[in-house]
């Protein structure tokens, strides 16, 4: 646990425009949740209703001004905005304040960068950054000094500001060339996966619902899984057995997230690849989520911007132990469980084969009984529905479901 001194002092400011008052106190709740995340400790808050923000400082002269007091008062060393940030405010809010000033997505690509293990994660954060930083560059003045340490800063290989323009395009372009050849990499073991038959099932899921722990109780991959947001960045594919033997792949993937930055869609679209290739999606769900509705649409509306909304679907309504009385499924098909109840994991995996057999064909082969390695196949690749053998014959006649693509399809 850190002790209260370690932790970043930090005020967070939001406007209210549009917004129902629910989906503005949501929205800061998860920006302080965020900033937690990120290591801070949130001394302070300033919010301001308002039919648009002010094009030079956001909030306007008078509030400025209370937060410049506010900052003051509460000793805090970063001030963060729910909104996105324009080189042009940062410069206008720090010339009356002190602390530094950064946006949401600075602090969620820091969490990223906090996050990423593997080699492939921590170049996507790295790529993310520089990508919003390099429009930032000019004009930083006075805050430039004060974006040397803590949160909005972190990341492997992380960059000063002074660093000129081209110095960060030759990184940008050194970091993309890294990641084509990862990328070829991952793209050769999808297609192998695609010419073995094997079924691939997708986790999505709005961030901290529970995707890795479905993964680790169906797969006992013990993948990393903590209440916080953001803890699985860097995908993983792990092989499942369904009941009736078919042979599968699972993906976990990083969670969605409301006003998930552009940077990070376009850094990680080779692992969001992973997730279009699948023949079924888990669109996994916080049952117990205060804002279940707004989490809900958050990654419907990323499945369409990523063009995956067209994938087959399965809604999975976790932590039902934690859910109201009342929770009512919105989305159909789907399967309310408690991921950490080996009963219900059970009917999970019904379910999942249940929608599998949906998107398959029926087929019926004879196979010779000197082929066991053939019977060995159908097992792995298809659901085996009845398998009888004709002694007379030696033949096995064996009928089932299988992809549509399948050789046992023909």
């Known amino acids: 646990m850190k002790q209260e001194e370690e ?18 106190r949501y929205s800061l709740d998860e ?8 290591g801070g400790k949130v001394v302070g808050e300033l919010t301001q209703k308002r039919d648009r923000q002010d094009t030079k400082t956001v909030i306007g002269k008078g509030k400025l001004n209370e937060l410049k007091h506010l900052s003051e008062e509460v000793e805090a060393s970063t001030i963060v905005f729910n909104q996105e940030l324009s080189p042009r405010n940062v410069r206008n809010i720090q010339e009356e304040v002190e602390a530094k000033v950064i946006d949401r997505i600075q602090v969620i690509l820091d969490i990223f960068a906090l996050r990423a293990q593997s080699k492939e994660g921590r170049l996507q954060v790295q790529l993310a950054q520089l990508s919003y930083l390099l429009p930032r560059l000019a004009g930083q003045g006075v805050n430039m000094s004060r974006l040397g340490a803590g949160i909005g800063t972190r990341g492997p290989g992380e960059t000063k500001l002074e660093t000129d323009r081209r110095h960060i395009q030759n990184q940008v372009t050194d970091i993309k060339k890294e990641l084509k050849k990862i990328e070829s990499h991952r793209e050769r073991s999808r297609e192998q996966r695609k010419q073995s038959n094997v079924f691939q099932i997708g986790l999505i899921g709005y961030t901290n619902a529970g995707k890795s722990t479905i993964l680790n109780m169906t797969t006992n991959t013990g993948t990393f899984e903590k209440d916080q947001l953001f803890a ?3 995908p993983l594919t792990r092989q499942v057995e369904l009941p009736s033997g078919l042979k599968s792949t699972m993906t976990d993937t990083v969670g969605f997230i409301q006003d998930l930055p552009t940077q990070l869609i376009e850094s990680f679209q080779s692992t969001l690849e992973e997730s279009k290739e699948v023949d079924l999606l888990l669109h996994v769900v916080d049952a117990a989520e205060e804002n279940i509705l707004g989490h809900e649409q ?3 509306d990323l499945l369409k ?10 809604t999975v309504y976790n932590k039902k132990d934690l859910a109201d009385e009342h ?5 159909y098909p789907n399967v309310v469980i408690s991921a950490k109840d080996p009963d219900d994991m059970e009917v999970l995996f019904e379910q999942i084969e249940k929608s599998i057999k949906e998107q398959m064909v029926p087929y019926s082969v004879e196979i010779s ?9 159908l097992r792995n690749e298809t659901i085996i529905e009845r398998q009888l053998y004709d002694e007379e014959k030696q ?3 064996v009928e089932g479901f299988t992809k549509k693509e399948s050789k046992w399809s023909r």
Do not use: C
């Open 7 to 24: 932790y970043e002092k930090v005020v967070v400011v939001g406007i209210q425009t549009k917004e129902t008052d629910n989906q503005f």
């Open 31 to 38: 920006l302080k949740q965020l900033v937690e995340n990120a």
């Open 232 to 234: 699985t960045l860097d």
């Open 298 to 300: 958050t990654v419907l």
């Open 305 to 314: 911007e990523l063009g995956m909304d067209s994938i087959p679907r399965l």
């Open 327 to 331: 929770f009512q499924p919105s989305l």
């Open 369 to 377: 009984n000197a082929r066991g390695d053939l019977l060995v196949q």
């Open 395 to 397: 033949l096995y006649f």
